[in-house]
């Protein structure tokens, strides 16, 4: 074959090829070990020449849907960006869920689609979809090819724009002619974009203006999120929080970037958020936020939000500042190179009667949940914290399991924790978790899914196990749609409407697959199976665990309410329709 | 050749609550595929105002000019700057609105008219400078250009002769190099 005459790795070519080789070439340019993608007549052309040049592994999902969360969880848990490579119309379409997922989550992935030839445009031709004009609003940026001689040049673009600033999505149609089309290869080495450079250093003054700040602060707060885990700014952070004796809640996307068997760790904020965290934000007299940007989820509503509390916020993203919450100080740059300079211009503060406030609050409301017989989720993920010793990858998908996955599991590394925070994608888990366990084989990956989420993208089941990923699949089953059978009860006067949901037997869906599957129906099972799943690394794992059927995610702060609507864990009760009969107590505080 | 949206207040003096301010908005743009759509597509989504968009070429091949005239309180001028400096595609992102600019814009004004009414009808062109490109036995179409001010004016003036139709470029406009009127 003569595409084997060029060596894969080689940037140049004067032999004219056409786009799909440049197309594969330049992937292999880019470092690119992983494409996850579905083939059909658009593409058709681009997979050929995946045949010759097969150094790219590429992993056929069972859903273009699935491509996209496999490349999310990708991305995340390698931190390099995910790539997914689609066929036109349908194809396409059914990418925009993740893209949108990966839009709001700043997740570099890039999606090649597909496209009919350039004539054929605009004609309704079969298996056409404009979907660069469908995802414009969930793109950081799009590209449509209209010449080969753009290709290769288009697809570095990409990757830079993905991965840079604030990263996120973005798109590349390729109409099939041009992929035909040919032109020698030749592989930029650099990107110049006179209209795009992000910015990476904070600007001084306002660096110090921040310092001042933080050294007159007598009950400061760090309120962290994503962009810390994105910069890879943990140290940094954490040596922040060590010089000042600052206490530090995380958003969801931040759990991980502060290790929360630290002293000086509260745990997750916001509207599951911890009692202590959203009460530290009430009273806190100089709020630190970095790397996060204000979400409704976290502050609640927005004018009661660290009301007394003067703001610094740090930001890649200068559109991310002063967007919902107005702030005193704002600093645009890296999250990490911000914090460095940051560290040397503050004074170690007294805070010791904060801290002692902070401990009390701690002891008063704790995280807590009753056990009995039947299993609580509270339970399994509190013990799977325990067993793995934080080190694991976890992926959650959206609802209840998610938001006590956040509270019990005791996070102690960056990118341990990958979920759908801002989107809130029910069905992200299970193909994210197997994005992830391609890039990452140093530590388990865990999807831990609700029994209606489970049940959105179950199909990748079938990928999961052709690959013999050493994944380990939870479904936490309530036999609910629990988060929305939560809200119906607690503001809907309990009237249900369409939130009992029925599934297969999990665990001949399982076997069906060939998956080993386990269920658990009690509390004294639990720690025995999870042990049994994290030992077994030949292959997948699926355990059920059937858990109480109505119960309740606390904290809680209503919708668009403040801390003082905060609803505690209620006292134990008796729940005799779930069979738990309240008799313990587990208490776990933060720190 | 220049691409033009409605003005969405029809006479230019929309009512607006005190704290929201009239701007006028400066775009370089790189002249690429979608470029215009995700600027169109951005003040949708956000449900930002326009009340006038125009687009041309400009002096370099590449790129175009975009004159947005927007309302909004600062912080909503504020996330639009921002938003539009986000864009790929956006090379400079400036707010005449505190400067001194010079802002015209063009508008085509066919005005019904009869032997009688037509002295009168060119004598109202004349004081606003205006040309007549077209006639014919019942109407006159004039060519104007100006602030919006001006525009507004004579739109008023002829409106009593009975305005058979409009076309509006809607508002462009360059930074002042030179303090004054020229
Ligand atoms: C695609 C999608 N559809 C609907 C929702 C709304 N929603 C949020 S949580 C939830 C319930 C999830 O139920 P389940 O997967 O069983 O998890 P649980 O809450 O019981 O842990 C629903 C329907 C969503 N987030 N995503």
Redesign the interface.
């Known amino acids: 074959m003569s595409a084997n005459k060029i060596a894969p790795s080689s940037k140049h070519s004067s032999r004219p090829m056409t786009g799909a080789e440049i197309f594969v070439r330049s992937l292999i340019a880019e470092g690119v070990e992983v494409i996850f993608g579905y083939p059909g007549g658009a593409i058709i052309g681009v997979y050929d020449a995946l045949v010759d040049l097969s150094d790219i592994k590429h992993v056929l999902v069972r859903h273009e849907q699935g491509a996209t969360h496999a490349a999310e969880g990708y991305a995340k848990a390698t931190g390099k960006p995910g790539v997914v490579l689609v066929t036109s119309g349908p194809g396409a379409t059914n990418t925009v869920t993740g893209i949108a997922d990966a839009y709001m989550d700043s997740i570099p992935i890039v999606v090649f689609t597909g496209q009919v030839p350039l004539k054929l445009i605009g004609n309704d031709a079969f298996q056409e979809a404009d979907i660069v004009g469908i995802t414009r609003p969930i793109t950081k940026h799009s590209y449509l090819v209209r010449d080969v001689r753009e290709l290769a040049k288009t697809i570095k673009e990409a990757f830079y724009i993905a991965t840079t600033g604030r990263p996120g999505p973005v798109l590349v149609d390729l109409p099939k002619d041009v992929m035909a089309q040919k032109t020698v290869f030749d592989y930029p080495e650099t990107v110049k974009l006179r209209s795009y450079n992000p910015v990476v250093e904070g600007h001084l003054k306002q660096i110090k203006k921040a310092a001042e700040l933080i050294n007159s602060a007598k009950r400061p707060l760090l309120y962290v999120g994503g962009g810390v885990i994105q910069s890879n700014a943990s140290d940094e952070l954490r040596s922040l929080a060590e010089k000042i004796h600052c206490p530090v809640t995380t958003t969801l996307h931040g759990l991980g970037s502060f290790p929360e068997n630290n002293p000086l760790a509260l745990g997750m904020l916001g509207m599951h958020g911890t009692w202590y965290s959203n009460m530290a934000v009430e009273y806190c007299d100089v709020l630190i936020a970095v790397g996060a940007r204000f979400d409704d989820r976290v502050t609640g509503k927005v004018e009661a939000f660290a009301a007394e509390a003067k703001k610094i916020h740090i930001d890649i993203d200068p559109s991310a500042i002063s967007k919902n919450v107005q702030v005193d100080v704002p600093i645009v740059g890296d999250v990490k190179t911000v914090l460095k300079s940051l560290i040397d211009l503050v004074d170690p503060l007294e805070t010791s009667d904060w801290l002692k406030t902070i401990q009390q609050w701690k002891k008063e409301h704790p995280l807590r949940y009753a056990t009995g017989d039947a299993i609580r989720a509270q339970y399994v993920i509190q013990k799977l914290g325990e067993l793995t010793g934080g080190d694991a990858i976890v992926v959650t998908d959206v609802g209840q399991h998610q938001m006590w996955t956040a509270q019990f599991f005791n996070w102690t590394h960056p990118r341990s924790h990958i979920t759908s925070g801002g989107l809130g994608t029910m069905g992200f888990s299970l193909p994210a978790a197997m994005g992830a366990s391609f890039g990452r084989t140093d530590m388990p990956v865990i999807s831990v899914c609700g029994d209606g989420g489970f049940q959105m993208n179950s199909q990748e089941m079938a990928t999961i196990v052709e690959y013999k990923l050493p994944m380990k699949i939870f479904i936490i089953n309530n036999g609910f749609l629990g988060m929305v059978r939560q809200w119906q009860e607690l503001f809907w006067r309990r009237r249900y409407s369409h939130v009992e949901i029925s599934g297969p037997d999990f665990v001949k869906l399982a076997d069906a697959y060939g998956c080993p599957g386990y269920r658990v129906e009690h509390s004294s099972e639990v720690e025995d199976v999870i042990r049994k799943a994290l030992a077994y690394k030949e292959g997948p794992v699926l355990v059920e665990f059937v858990v109480a059927r109505e119960d309740n995610v606390y904290p809680m702060i209503p919708a668009g309410q403040t801390v003082k609507e905060m609803i505690d864990t209620p006292a134990p009760v008796d729940h005799p329709s779930n069979g738990v009969k309240e008799e313990s107590i587990m208490v776990l505080a933060k720190g | 050749m220049a691409q033009v949206e409605h003005s969405s207040s029809g006479d230019g003096h929309a009512v607006v609550a005190e704290h929201v301010q009239r701007h006028t908005i400066s775009l370089l743009?790189?002249n690429k595929?979608?470029a215009f759509?995700?600027i169109a597509?951005?003040f949708a989504?956000k449900g930002y105002n326009i009340d006038s968009l125009s687009v041309g070429p400009t002096e370099e091949e590449d790129t175009s000019r975009m004159t947005i005239v927007t309302r909004g309180d600062d912080?909503v001028i504020?996330?639009i700057m921002?938003?539009l400096?986000?864009l790929?595609?956006?090379?400079k992102v400036v707010d005449l609105t505190f400067e001194s600019f010079v802002e015209r814009e063009l508008v085509l004004i066919k005005v019904q008219s009869t032997p009688t009414s037509r002295p009168e009808i060119m004598q109202i062109a004349e004081i606003f400078r205006a040309k007549v490109v077209d006639i014919s036995p019942k109407s006159l179409t004039l060519e104007a250009t100006g602030g919006q001010q001006k525009v507004d004016a004579i739109i008023k003036m002829l409106k009593p002769f009975g305005l058979k139709e409009i076309a509006r470029t809607g508002r462009v406009a360059l930074k002042r190099e030179f303090q004054g009127e020229v």
């Open positions: 743009v790189e595929f979608g759509n995700r597509g951005l989504a912080q504020e996330q921002k938003q400096n986000k790929i595609d956006t090379i």
